[in-house]
């Protein structure tokens, strides 16, 4: 009976015994079941840290814009100051010749320039044209050009002296006032104003600017615009036929102490067949046949 008791017993005690075990089992697992809500915790990574820096790399932009916007106008103030500054400390850009007078009609064929009348500031022949002619000088170059009515006429008188076995050739005509005036500027900045004025024009006062003047030579460019042009034989043929075109030899022989210049054969002036003829005919300057001087009477 006791063998038959222990068999019972030893069964219920290994049941019981795995009760407990299983039930422990349960319940050291249960509790493992909460710690799964980290699974909750997933929301979190956008979190609200992302807003910021939004907000942060927003408001940079903003403030290097505002900032770039005031840099600008302070470039400029220094540019505008060196610029001003530059004609100041070697070329003066305005120099005043109070003892010049500025001429009333400068697009008449017959005005007077000279060291004591001047061109207006502004004014610029409207009806430059380049004649053809033969010139010394690069083609299209400024230059070449001169008043239509003049340029017309200069081709004429080219014309002739082929005709007669004289070659001529154009040296330079017009000039605008902004190449004078640099250049007069040039002038003054390396020997001063007094001394410029003795060999140079002032701005408004060479005759080149009416574009009624030219310089020529023979078409070979020997003694081009030189006092030995005066012994050629395009100088002779000049002097004898140009006022039939209505040219004049601007600056005659024996007249500087009027016109202001030494004697210049090769310089060219237009003024039209009628008043050169006349000049021509009476021996005066423009000068003389404008009235801004006396005529002088010719000595023997």
């Known amino acids: 009976m006791r063998n038959f008791r222990h068999r019972l ?3 219920l005690v290994l049941v019981t015994a795995l009760t407990f075990v299983l039930s422990g089992c349960s319940s050291t697992a249960a509790p493992q079941e909460p710690q799964t809500p980290p699974s909750v915790e997933t929301p979190t990574p956008p979190k609200k840290e992302e807003a910021k820096p939004k907000e942060e790399t927003t408001s940079p932009p903003a403030e290097t814009l505002k900032q770039e ?7 400029a103030k220094p540019t505008e100051t060196k610029s001003g500054e530059k004609p100041s400390a070697g070329q003066p850009p305005e120099l005043s010749f109070p003892d010049i007078e500025v001429v009333g009609e400068p697009e008449s064929v017959a005005v007077l320039v000279n060291k004591q009348r001047k061109l207006p500031e502004s004014y610029q022949p409207n009806d430059l044209v380049f004649p053809n002619v033969p010139y010394l000088l690069p083609e299209k170059s400024e230059k070449r050009k001169m008043r239509k009515e003049a ?5 004429q008188l080219f014309a002739a ?4 076995g004289v070659q001529l050739a154009g040296v330079s005509a017009y000039r ?7 250049l007069f500027n040039r002038y003054v900045k390396k020997d001063g104003v007094e001394k410029a004025r003795t060999y140079s024009a002032v ?3 060479s ?3 009416t574009g009624l003047a030219i310089d020529v030579s023979g078409k070979d460019g020997k003694c081009a615009a030189m006092s030995c042009f005066a012994g050629t034989k395009e100088a002779k043929w000049l002097d004898e036929n140009v006022e039939k075109f209505g040219f ?3 600056y005659p022989e024996g007249k500087d102490a009027i016109t202001g210049y030494i004697y210049e054969p090769w310089h060219l002036r237009y003024v039209g067949v009628e008043i050169a003829q006349e000049i021509r005919e009476k021996g005066i300057t423009l000068e003389e046949y404008s009235g801004a001087v006396p005529v002088s009477t010719p000595t023997n």
Do not use: V
């Open 151 to 155: 340029g017309g006429a200069l081709e």
């Open 9 to 11: 017993l030893h069964p």
């Open 69 to 75: 916007q005031p840099e600008q106008p302070q470039k």
């Open 176 to 182: 605008s006032h902004a190449y004078q005036k640099a």
């Open 203 to 205: 701005p408004g006062t």
């Open 248 to 250: 004049i030899i601007r």
């Open 207 to 209: 005759e080149h600017e």
């Open 161 to 164: 002296a082929q005709a007669d």
